[in-house]
Protein backbone atom coordinates (compact mmCIF):
# COMPACT_ATOMS: atom_id res chain seq x y z
CA UNK A 1 0.00 0.00 0.00
CA UNK A 2 2.81 2.54 1.10
CA UNK A 3 4.88 1.55 -2.77
CA UNK A 4 1.08 2.79 -3.85
CA UNK A 5 0.94 6.19 -2.21
CA UNK A 6 4.73 6.78 -3.17
CA UNK A 7 3.96 6.07 -6.59
CA UNK A 8 1.13 8.09 -7.33
CA UNK A 9 2.45 10.61 -5.25
CA UNK A 10 5.37 10.54 -8.05
CA UNK A 11 3.20 10.53 -10.99
CA UNK A 12 1.44 14.13 -9.93
CA UNK A 13 4.05 15.63 -9.36
CA UNK A 14 5.59 14.41 -12.52
CA UNK A 15 2.34 15.78 -14.23
CA UNK A 16 2.51 19.09 -12.23
CA UNK A 17 6.19 19.86 -13.19
CA UNK A 18 5.70 19.31 -16.63
CA UNK A 19 2.59 21.28 -17.31
CA UNK A 20 3.11 24.83 -17.70
CA UNK A 21 2.06 26.66 -15.35
CA UNK A 22 3.07 30.68 -16.32
CA UNK A 23 0.08 30.54 -17.85
CA UNK A 24 -1.75 30.80 -14.38
CA UNK A 25 0.62 33.39 -12.64
CA UNK A 26 0.46 36.51 -15.38
CA UNK A 27 -2.78 36.32 -17.75
CA UNK A 28 -2.11 37.51 -21.00
CA UNK A 29 -4.29 40.78 -22.29
CA UNK A 30 -6.10 40.80 -25.22
CA UNK A 31 -8.37 43.35 -27.22
CA UNK A 32 -11.40 42.29 -29.46
CA UNK A 33 -11.83 44.32 -32.35
CA UNK A 34 -14.40 43.95 -35.00
CA UNK A 35 -13.53 46.65 -37.91
CA UNK A 36 -10.49 47.55 -40.01
CA UNK A 37 -9.76 51.26 -40.63
CA UNK A 38 -12.75 52.30 -38.79
CA UNK A 39 -15.08 49.95 -41.19
CA UNK A 40 -16.95 46.87 -39.99
CA UNK A 41 -18.23 43.95 -42.51
CA UNK A 42 -21.70 42.63 -41.59
CA UNK A 43 -21.49 40.33 -38.58
CA UNK A 44 -18.03 41.05 -37.57
CA UNK A 45 -19.73 43.05 -34.74
CA UNK A 46 -21.76 40.19 -33.18
CA UNK A 47 -18.95 37.83 -33.86
CA UNK A 48 -16.41 40.18 -32.00
CA UNK A 49 -19.20 40.08 -29.02
CA UNK A 50 -18.91 36.01 -29.00
CA UNK A 51 -15.17 36.13 -28.70
CA UNK A 52 -14.93 38.20 -25.64
CA UNK A 53 -17.08 35.51 -24.26
CA UNK A 54 -15.22 32.72 -25.21
CA UNK A 55 -12.17 34.38 -24.18
CA UNK A 56 -13.45 35.46 -20.91
CA UNK A 57 -13.86 31.54 -20.17
CA UNK A 58 -9.87 31.41 -20.41
CA UNK A 59 -9.13 33.18 -17.55
CA UNK A 60 -6.07 31.29 -16.22
CA UNK A 61 -4.21 32.13 -19.55
CA UNK A 62 -6.38 35.75 -20.92
CA UNK A 63 -7.42 38.40 -19.63
CA UNK A 64 -9.90 40.34 -22.17
CA UNK A 65 -9.19 44.52 -22.10
CA UNK A 66 -11.21 47.56 -23.12
CA UNK A 67 -8.53 49.18 -25.53
CA UNK A 68 -5.53 47.89 -27.94
CA UNK A 69 -3.07 50.29 -26.18
CA UNK A 70 -3.01 47.89 -22.64
CA UNK A 71 -3.18 45.09 -24.99
CA UNK A 72 -0.60 42.51 -25.43
CA UNK A 73 -2.28 41.13 -28.23
CA UNK A 74 -5.07 41.97 -30.53
CA UNK A 75 -7.57 39.94 -31.93
CA UNK A 76 -8.97 41.61 -34.90
CA UNK A 77 -12.64 40.00 -36.15
CA UNK A 78 -12.76 40.41 -40.12
CA UNK A 79 -15.58 38.87 -41.60
CA UNK A 80 -17.41 35.66 -41.49
CA UNK A 81 -19.08 33.42 -44.21
CA UNK A 82 -21.19 30.18 -44.70
CA UNK A 83 -20.30 27.33 -46.63
CA UNK A 84 -23.33 24.58 -47.34
CA UNK A 85 -22.01 20.45 -47.03
CA UNK A 86 -23.65 17.40 -47.95
CA UNK A 87 -24.69 15.59 -44.96
CA UNK A 88 -26.55 12.99 -46.12
CA UNK A 89 -28.65 11.59 -48.94
CA UNK A 90 -32.16 10.14 -48.22
CA UNK A 91 -33.67 7.82 -51.12
CA UNK A 92 -37.51 8.02 -51.46
CA UNK A 93 -39.41 4.48 -53.39
CA UNK A 94 -42.94 5.89 -54.92
CA UNK A 95 -45.26 3.29 -56.70
CA UNK A 96 -47.09 3.76 -59.22
CA UNK A 97 -51.59 3.20 -58.21
CA UNK A 98 -51.63 0.38 -60.23
CA UNK A 99 -48.03 -1.35 -58.12
CA UNK A 100 -46.50 -1.62 -61.46
CA UNK A 101 -44.15 1.49 -61.75
CA UNK A 102 -41.81 2.23 -58.95
CA UNK A 103 -39.96 5.51 -59.32
CA UNK A 104 -36.90 6.62 -57.06
CA UNK A 105 -36.30 9.90 -55.38
CA UNK A 106 -33.08 11.01 -53.82
CA UNK A 107 -32.91 14.26 -51.51
CA UNK A 108 -29.28 15.21 -50.29
CA UNK A 109 -29.64 16.95 -46.92
CA UNK A 110 -27.42 20.18 -46.71
CA UNK A 111 -25.57 21.23 -43.44
CA UNK A 112 -24.29 24.74 -43.17
CA UNK A 113 -20.95 25.51 -41.62
CA UNK A 114 -20.92 28.73 -40.22
CA UNK A 115 -17.28 30.34 -40.57
CA UNK A 116 -15.32 33.45 -38.65
CA UNK A 117 -12.47 34.87 -40.08
CA UNK A 118 -9.77 36.75 -37.86
CA UNK A 119 -6.52 38.13 -37.74
CA UNK A 120 -4.22 37.96 -34.39
CA UNK A 121 -1.75 40.89 -33.84
CA UNK A 122 1.19 41.00 -31.99
CA UNK A 123 3.19 44.31 -32.61
CA UNK A 124 4.46 43.43 -36.24
CA UNK A 125 3.99 40.07 -36.48
CA UNK A 126 0.51 39.27 -37.69
CA UNK A 127 -1.32 35.62 -38.26
CA UNK A 128 -4.93 34.56 -39.30
CA UNK A 129 -6.96 32.43 -37.44
CA UNK A 130 -10.17 30.51 -39.01
CA UNK A 131 -13.08 29.02 -37.07
CA UNK A 132 -15.55 26.92 -38.16
CA UNK A 133 -19.09 25.63 -36.45
CA UNK A 134 -22.56 24.63 -36.65
CA UNK A 135 -23.61 28.16 -35.02
CA UNK A 136 -21.50 31.49 -35.25
CA UNK A 137 -20.94 30.78 -31.31
CA UNK A 138 -19.09 27.58 -31.90
CA UNK A 139 -17.12 29.20 -34.41
CA UNK A 140 -16.15 32.20 -32.21
CA UNK A 141 -15.19 29.54 -29.53
CA UNK A 142 -12.59 27.76 -32.30
CA UNK A 143 -11.06 31.12 -32.65
CA UNK A 144 -10.33 31.32 -28.56
CA UNK A 145 -9.35 28.12 -28.84
CA UNK A 146 -6.60 29.27 -31.55
CA UNK A 147 -5.79 32.49 -29.31
CA UNK A 148 -5.47 30.76 -26.52
CA UNK A 149 -3.28 27.38 -28.26
CA UNK A 150 -0.83 30.01 -29.20
CA UNK A 151 -0.66 32.78 -26.29
CA UNK A 152 0.34 29.01 -24.70
CA UNK A 153 2.79 28.23 -27.33
CA UNK A 154 4.50 31.90 -27.53
CA UNK A 155 4.32 32.74 -23.83
CA UNK A 156 7.83 33.77 -22.68
CA UNK A 157 7.94 35.61 -26.12
CA UNK A 158 5.12 37.36 -25.17
CA UNK A 159 5.80 38.30 -21.38
CA UNK A 160 9.51 39.84 -22.99
CA UNK A 161 7.78 41.69 -25.68
CA UNK A 162 5.75 43.31 -22.53
CA UNK A 163 8.24 44.64 -20.56
CA UNK A 164 10.23 46.16 -23.96
CA UNK A 165 6.86 47.90 -24.00
CA UNK A 166 6.89 49.11 -20.90
CA UNK A 167 10.63 50.33 -20.86
CA UNK A 168 9.62 52.37 -24.43
CA UNK A 169 6.93 53.63 -22.48
CA UNK A 170 8.94 54.80 -19.82
CA UNK A 171 11.69 56.46 -22.01
CA UNK A 172 9.31 58.63 -24.00
CA UNK A 173 7.57 59.60 -20.92
CA UNK A 174 10.64 61.03 -19.42
CA UNK A 175 11.52 62.64 -22.75
CA UNK A 176 7.71 64.25 -23.19
CA UNK A 177 8.13 65.41 -20.00
CA UNK A 178 11.48 66.79 -19.61
CA UNK A 179 12.18 64.66 -17.02
CA UNK A 180 16.35 64.19 -16.43
CA UNK A 181 17.91 61.00 -17.45
CA UNK A 182 19.05 58.78 -14.84
CA UNK A 183 22.64 59.60 -13.69
CA UNK A 184 25.65 57.71 -14.81
CA UNK A 185 27.52 58.52 -11.52
CA UNK A 186 25.89 56.01 -9.55
CA UNK A 187 25.23 52.80 -11.13
CA UNK A 188 27.58 49.87 -12.08
CA UNK A 189 27.71 48.74 -15.15
CA UNK A 190 27.94 44.64 -14.93
CA UNK A 191 29.44 42.39 -18.06
CA UNK A 192 26.65 40.62 -20.16
CA UNK A 193 24.26 42.92 -19.41
CA UNK A 194 21.75 43.70 -22.36
CA UNK A 195 20.67 47.46 -23.98
CA UNK A 196 17.67 47.39 -22.26
CA UNK A 197 19.06 47.31 -19.01
CA UNK A 198 21.48 49.61 -19.58
CA UNK A 199 19.38 52.14 -20.55
CA UNK A 200 17.01 51.51 -17.36
CA UNK A 201 20.03 52.07 -15.37
CA UNK A 202 21.80 55.22 -17.62
CA UNK A 203 19.11 56.44 -20.19
CA UNK A 204 19.66 56.81 -23.59
CA UNK A 205 23.44 57.20 -25.02
CA UNK A 206 24.36 60.47 -26.51
CA UNK A 207 25.36 58.58 -29.44
CA UNK A 208 25.14 55.32 -31.28
CA UNK A 209 27.57 53.22 -33.68
CA UNK A 210 26.94 49.62 -34.65
CA UNK A 211 28.88 48.04 -36.57
CA UNK A 212 28.06 44.04 -37.49
CA UNK A 213 27.08 42.15 -34.05
CA UNK A 214 29.15 45.16 -31.97
CA UNK A 215 27.78 48.45 -30.85
CA UNK A 216 29.08 51.36 -29.01
CA UNK A 217 27.42 53.80 -27.17
CA UNK A 218 28.76 57.12 -25.63
CA UNK A 219 27.50 58.49 -22.57
CA UNK A 220 29.16 61.99 -20.94
CA UNK A 221 32.36 60.61 -19.89
CA UNK A 222 32.34 56.79 -20.80
CA UNK A 223 31.38 54.52 -23.87
CA UNK A 224 29.99 51.05 -23.34
CA UNK A 225 30.86 48.32 -25.90
CA UNK A 226 28.32 45.48 -27.04
CA UNK A 227 28.76 42.19 -28.62
CA UNK A 228 26.13 40.49 -29.31
CA UNK A 229 23.73 42.76 -27.61
CA UNK A 230 25.57 41.98 -24.57
CA UNK A 231 27.68 44.19 -22.52
CA UNK A 232 31.63 43.32 -22.90
CA UNK A 233 33.33 46.28 -21.82
CA UNK A 234 33.40 49.80 -20.72
CA UNK A 235 35.96 53.00 -21.40
CA UNK A 236 36.24 55.78 -19.57
Same mark, same amino acid.
Given at each position: ?104 ? @???? $?? &?????? /???? =???? !? ?35 ? @???? $?? &?????? /???? =???? !? ?53
Amino acid at each position: MRHSLILVHSICFLVMTSYPIHAQQQPIRVYVQSNAGGFTTAGAGDSATDLEKSLSTKEKTIRVVNSSSEADITVRVDSRSERKELDSVVTYKNKSDDGKHTTTT @TVPN $QD &TKRIVH /ATLI =AGDF !STGLEGEGITWRGAADKIATLTDRWIKENYPRILERR @TEQK $QV &TQTEHT /ASSG =ATAP !SNSDVSIEPGMTPSQVVKMMGEPLKKVAFGQKALWTYKGMQIVFTSDKVTDVKF
